[in-house]
């Protein structure tokens, strides 16, 4: 995952699904058009459960090209063969995660809207800092809000790729595309979109696009 061709689009799951059923809209969803990656994202499950939604949604991201992030478990994404992994402040070392990933998978740390948790993010090791939240989001309770001028700032100043996240949608956008962010990392404006996620995808790439003009 590495930023500089455009503003891409980063999808993370429903923070609650069954990966069987999953598994087809997913597939709909990166077919519809070019997505850099996927976070697997679910909350209060076990292990086990974990694993299989790994084993059952990995390869229909990875046969597509598109990297296959485990959120919060650097230890399971290492085990299982995911291309990398995303964590928060609360959710460990990003040393130990750095060292359990190896140098080959990709490293994501959430840095809120704080230019000191940003680049301590990329003193350890990080390979994209991800700012939040933009807009008000119904996935996420959340507790820290960030500017576009962050990304702004960000991408003027380091070479790291960034993730902008929360409560982004079609409409909403814009700002953030022109403010230097590489990646829009989405979950409500795909898969609640009244048209299916394929249609999702779809307008938020466009989104994109426009903005990029």
């Not at 709909?28 to 976070?39: I, M, S, Y």
């Not at 597509?64 to 928060?88: E, P, Q, S, T, W």
């Not at 990329?122 to 800092?129: H, I, K, P, T």
Request: charged content about 20%; aromatic content about 6%; glycine content about 10%.
């Amino acid at each position: 995952m590495s930023g500089g061709d455009g503003c891409q689009l980063y999808l993370i799951t429903p923070p609650a699904l069954d990966p069987r059923a999953f598994a087809d809209p997913l597939a709909r969803a990166l077919d519809a058009g070019d997505v850099a990656a996927l976070q697997l994202r679910l909350k209060d499950v076990d292990d086990d459960a974990l694993k299989r939604a790994i084993e059952i949604l990995m390869p229909v991201a990875q046969s597509r090209g598109v990297a296959f992030l485990m959120n919060d478990r650097a230890d399971l994404a290492a085990k299982m063969g995911c291309d990398g992994a995303h964590i928060g402040q609360e959710d460990g070392d990003p040393v130990a995660a750095r060292k359990l990933l190896g140098p080959d998978r990709t490293l994501g740390i959430t840095c809120h809207g704080s230019r000191h948790l940003a680049m301590e993010a990329g003193e350890n090791g990080a390979d994209y800092v991800a700012f939040g939240a933009f807009f008000p989001t119904a996935t996420k309770q959340a507790e820290h809000s960030a500017t576009p001028d962050i990304l702004e700032w960000w991408s003027e100043m380091f070479e790291l790729p960034s993730v902008a996240i929360g409560g982004i949608t079609a409409g909403n956008c814009a700002p953030l595309v022109r403010s230097g962010a590489d990646f829009l990392a989405v979950v409500g404006a795909v898969w609640n979109h009244p048209d299916g996620p394929d249609a999702g995808v779809r307008a938020m790439l466009e989104a994109i696009t426009a903005a990029e003009r």
